[in-house]
């Protein structure tokens, strides 16, 4: 969700000042421009922004690149740290072992959810604002179930192709 005082800065297509917001702070923006963030902006207030991000767009880039390194970094560890679990389940394969655990998890994660929904939907007894926070629950229960499947058995091609391009370009990166 975008932060009400950094939706005037995108809508008047100050994204490289709304990503130092976001990066260094609204506080940050507020010192260097002397315009207060927190309330509507004046015409005087966008004029003083994009003065500001056209006279220091070199340094908001710098600022816009940093970020994205640091993103780029922790993904990278993200995807590191998947594709050696992911190698050792393969290495079972390869030995001619299967990993029962995932099979496992899933066949008891749906009975217990079928009873759950069986059970809250069907009992006249539970009001719908609880019904409501069930349900809520559950769909978080199920994208973390999404993530397991996904971590277990891959995801889907668009992914793949993800996959490949951040591998390309960490060994251009490397060189």
Not at 71 to 90: G, H, N, P, T, W
Request: avoid cysteine; proline fraction near 2%.
């Amino acid at each position: 969700m975008i932060p009400i005082w950094l939706a005037p800065l995108l809508q008047q297509g100050m994204s490289l000042l709304g990503n130092a917001a976001l990066t260094k702070g609204k506080e940050w923006v507020e010192e260097k421009t002397g315009v207060n963030l927190s309330q509507p902006l004046s015409a005087e207030d966008t004029l003083k922004l994009r003065q500001f991000e056209m006279e220091h767009q070199e340094e908001l880039l710098k600022l816009q690149l940093e970020e994205n390194k640091l993103d780029a970094e922790l993904f990278k560890a993200e995807v590191a740290d998947r594709s050696s679990a992911r190698s050792r389940d393969v290495e079972l394969i390869k030995a001619g072992q299967h990993n029962y655990r995932a099979d496992l998890m899933f066949v008891l994660a749906l009975i217990v959810v079928s009873g759950l929904v069986w059970i809250v939907w069907k009992d006249p007894s539970i009001n719908e604002y609880v019904k409501g926070i069930f349900t809520l629950v559950l769909g978080r229960f199920l994208g973390y179930l999404d993530n397991i499947y996904n971590f277990e058995f891959g995801s889907t091609r668009s992914s793949k192709q993800k996959d490949a391009t951040i591998e390309r370009l960490s060994k251009e990166g490397d060189k």
